[in-house]
């Protein structure tokens, strides 16, 4: 499964089976972790067979079942470090998912002090998301998209690779579902904006990871 195909196939699995992950599949998970810390400076950690974190209230609440591994997003507290995490989060989404697994991305509905005690996390660090790992019992479904238009801003004719790009993003998880972004083409420059809301500094991240992917970085510029 290639990671474009990744992008189609991922939904949110929030049902995990006891299944514990495939020792050939961690190693290649902590092989692209490694890499993405040491490409950004984050402090991502994998934490296999801990299932503390999402045996709490608020993780049933929010549906959650079977859930013993799971990706810290950490990271030092700076004004770019949900946006950071969003996309190289998503780039280990998406390679979980090539590798059999399914994700959920989690900012509230887990046990953040269960989960801290299993992690390293420096001073002037913070852990802002998790990511649930495992195999799931079912694929998840589709999510509902807003229309292409009203997510971006471009002067006809618009480029094939805007085009792929924009269905990429359209594809990506966002905190609830909110889809508050805007993207923006002037030549071969591509602005991607966040509409504010919640977590949507993440979501930005993530949709550019996923637009990156769908467009070929070899096509465009992004802004700023
Ligand atoms: C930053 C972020 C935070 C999220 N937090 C939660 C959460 O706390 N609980 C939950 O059940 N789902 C959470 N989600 C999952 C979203 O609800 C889900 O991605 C969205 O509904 C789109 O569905 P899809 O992932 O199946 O495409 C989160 C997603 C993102 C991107």
Redesign the pocket.
């Given at each position: 499964m290639t990671i474009f195909e990744a992008m189609k196939a991922?939904?949110?699995v929030?049902s995990y089976k006891k299944t514990p992950l495939d020792e050939a599949a961690i190693q290649t998970l902590q092989a692209e972790i490694d890499a993405c810390n040491k490409e950004s400076g984050l402090h991502i950690q994998l934490v296999t067979k801990e299932p503390k974190a999402f045996d709490s209230l608020m993780a049933h609440y929010?549906?959650?079942s079977g859930v013993r591994n799971y990706i810290a997003l950490i990271g030092k507290k700076d004004a770019t470090l949900d946006e950071k995490l969003?996309y190289y989060g998503e780039r280990l989404v998406l390679l979980a998912q090539t590798l059999g697994l399914n994700t959920?991305?989690?900012?509230?509905?887990f046990g953040k002090g269960a989960a801290k005690s299993h992690l390293s996390i420096a001073p002037g660090e913070k852990l802002v998301?998790v990511l649930a790992l495992g195999y799931g019992t079912t694929q998840?479904?589709?999510?509902k998209s807003k229309p292409m238009d009203s997510l971006c801003q471009t002067s006809s004719p618009v480029p094939e690779w805007f085009q792929r790009g924009m269905e990429a993003a359209m594809l990506a998880?966002?905190?609830?579902?909110q889809q508050k972004f805007l993207f923006s083409l002037t030549g071969n420059t591509v602005t991607a904006k966040s509409l504010g809301g919640f977590?949507s500094k993440?979501?930005l991240g993530?949709v550019k990871y996923h637009f990156e992917v769908g467009a070929g970085k070899e096509n465009f510029n992004w802004a700023g």
């Open positions: 991922r939904h949110s929030r929010g549906k959650f969003g959920c991305w989690v900012a509230m509905t998301c998840g479904v589709a999510h998880p966002t905190a609830m579902n977590y993440v979501d993530i």
